[in-house]
Nanobody, 116 residues
Framework: QVQLVESGGGLVQAGGSLRLSCTASRIFYGDVMGWYRQAPGKQRELVATMTDGGSTDYVDSVKGRFTISRDNAKKTVDLQMNSLKPEDTAVYYC???????????WGQGTQVTVSS
């Protein structure tokens, strides 16, 4: 069983920063890890991903502000969020997609609220 646990969410003023962290109980070679978010009343969107080889991708709205990183030895994936905007308010979910299988694992989510 693979479990993902997020931490680091909270309430910040616009322009502030937060760092989200996700710890996996187990990872596999080639796993893609990253972060989704879902704002109230809106569709879930992929925010950032990182492959096992270090390639990254970001949704346009966070480029230049958010940075994803991972440490396979520690089984963690982090999301540094700078210059936060009220539009970033959402529940953020860590995920791990096991390449070569049908399995995708999800954390329980952590709330990020950015006030005006």
């Amino acid at each position: 069983q693979v479990q993902l646990v997020e931490s680091g969410g909270g309430l910040v003023q616009a322009g502030g920063s937060l760092r989200l962290s996700c710890t996996a109980s187990r990872i596999f070679y080639g796993d893609v890890m990253g972060w989704y978010r879902q704002a109230p009343g809106k569709q879930r969107e992929l925010v950032a991903t990182m492959t096992d080889g270090g390639s990254t991708d970001y949704v346009d709205s966070v480029k230049g502000r958010f940075t994803i990183s991972r440490d396979n030895a520690k089984k963690t994936v982090d999301l540094q969020m700078n210059s936060l905007k009220p539009e970033d308010t959402a529940v953020y979910y860590c995920y791990s997609r096991r390449v070569g299988t049908v399995y995708t694992y999800w954390g329980q989510g952590t709330q990020v609220t950015v006030s005006s």
